[in-house]
């Protein structure tokens, strides 16, 4: 046998610079696209973040339903942040941009996509994880209505991030009672019954049907504490 079978692995060889050039200056491409996310958002709380697929045309029941849901949320006085595409995402900043408070849109650079119209702030990215800091970061509630895996990574991202303590607990509202049920329905009967979540982490989430609730929802939880962050909450979200 071998005494040192993983001796000619090219991981274990000394480092080559050469082969790093590209990727070091990746690291300014994303420290760019931080710098103009906390200058250009700075400003923007209290903010609701909003999902859903890229999907749906504009006159999908679902697009009908974010664009109430982004114009209540604005004209409420929160911000509206949205990954700034179609479907849903433009049905959300519409319903916003005719509200009173700012429509913004966190555009990725995909083939498939293009950003729209209905964005009072639009801002660029080439990077997926800069972008989700910035929904996360100056949230104060996640809204998710049907969508697929972008929007379910959303989802998973912020349970996930709430759950281990790494942001603030904020209101995470599904919208759609339907199209969410047989995912909860999964939740309990496997990951709840299986350890992998505890039965408490069902309680990180709601589900709601109407464009109002969703409103009472995000109030009812800051009921009693307001929007502004406490000095912990601010220490945390630094951590992100």
């Given amino acids: 046998m071998n005494k040192n079978p993983k001796a000619g692995h090219p991981a274990l060889a000394p480092i080559n610079d050469t082969a790093l050039v590209r990727e070091s200056w990746k ?10 996310g906390f200058e250009r958002l700075a400003a923007i709380r209290p903010s609701v973040s909003i999902f859903g697929s890229a999907r749906f045309g504009a006159e999908h029941p679902y697009s009908k339903l974010a664009e ?6 604005s004209d ?12 849903i995402m433009e049905a959300a900043n519409k319903g916003a941009y005719a509200g009173r408070s700012p429509s913004i849109g966190l555009n990725m650079q995909l ?23 910035m929904f996360v970061k100056y949230a104060s509630a996640y809204v998710v209505l049907p969508g697929g895996f972008g929007t379910l990574d959303e989802l998973a ?5 709430v759950q281990t303590g790494k942001t603030r607990k904020i209101p995470i509202i599904l919208v759609g009672s339907d199209f969410w049920r047989g ?8 990951l709840v019954a299986e350890a992998t979540i505890d039965a408490a982490d069902i309680d990180l989430f709601e589900v709601v049907d109407h464009p109002r609730e969703v ?16 000095a912990e909450e601010q220490e945390t979200l630094m951590h992100l």
């Fill in 76 to 87: 409420a006085g929160f911000s509206v942040v949205t990954g700034g595409g179609p479907g």
């Fill in 111 to 133: 083939r498939e996509e293009r950003g729209n119209a209905f964005q009072n702030i639009r801002l660029n990215f080439r990077h997926f994880f800069p972008r989700k800091v």
């Fill in 215 to 230: 409103v009472d929802a995000i109030f009812r939880h800051y009921e009693h504490r307001g929007f502004a962050l406490s």
């Fill in 27 to 36: 690291v300014f491409q994303i420290m760019a696209e931080f710098v103009e």
């Fill in 68 to 73: 109430e849901i982004g114009y209540s949320v």
């Fill in 183 to 190: 995912l909860i329905e999964w939740f309990k009967s496997t």
């Fill in 157 to 161: 991202e912020i349970l996930t991030l």
